[in-house]
């Protein structure tokens, strides 16, 4: 195990692979995006979790983890960049908490995307997102999310 969250879920790898491999994991559930500009990294607010995070979500039915992870950081900050654009960072290995159906908790991948961001979008708040912020690492963040930090510094 790499960390744990307050959730109590707990990341336990960050697998380097290359995008044949990471369609091949099962589940794969989601994909998280590390948007990069002038050495920060961006962050967005969740006000259902109450906590900075990466800008990341669940795949879509019929949606791979590379369109997945476009979808989301313009959904969740308003910037916009081409799939090409994106690189493959890896795959992650999460163990969720147990929960309805996973009485001792279970496994699932996501695809984790880095992006360079050249041109930022006015930020409008919705309602999952209130807000955002280009984090430099050094920033002490008492709502950041443990296991999004260690992914944001990892690559």
């Known amino acids: 195990m790499l960390i744990h969250d307050a959730h109590g879920h707990q990341l336990l790898e960050v697998i380097p692979i ?22 920060k990294v961006l962050l967005v607010f969740n006000r259902f979790k109450a906590h900075w995070e990466l800008p990341g979500g669940r795949i879509d039915s019929g949606e791979t983890p590379r369109n997945c992870a476009v979808r989301e950081l313009r959904e969740e900050s308003g910037l916009r960049c081409e799939a090409g654009a994106l690189r493959l960072a890896g795959a992650i290995k999460m163990l969720l908490r147990p929960g309805p159906g996973h009485a001792d908790g279970h496994v699932e991948y996501g695809g984790l995307y880095v992006v360079d961001i050249e041109r930022i979008d006015p930020f409008e708040p919705n309602d999952e997102i209130s807000d955002i912020q280009w984090w430099d690492g050094s920033q002490v963040l ?11 510094q990892a690559v």
Do not use: C, F, N
């Open 18 to 39: 290359d995008e044949g491999e990471l369609l091949q994991l099962e589940p794969l559930t989601h994909a998280v995006v590390v948007a990069r500009r002038g050495g």
């Open 142 to 152: 008492e709502s950041l999310s443990a296991i999004d930090k260690t992914l944001a």
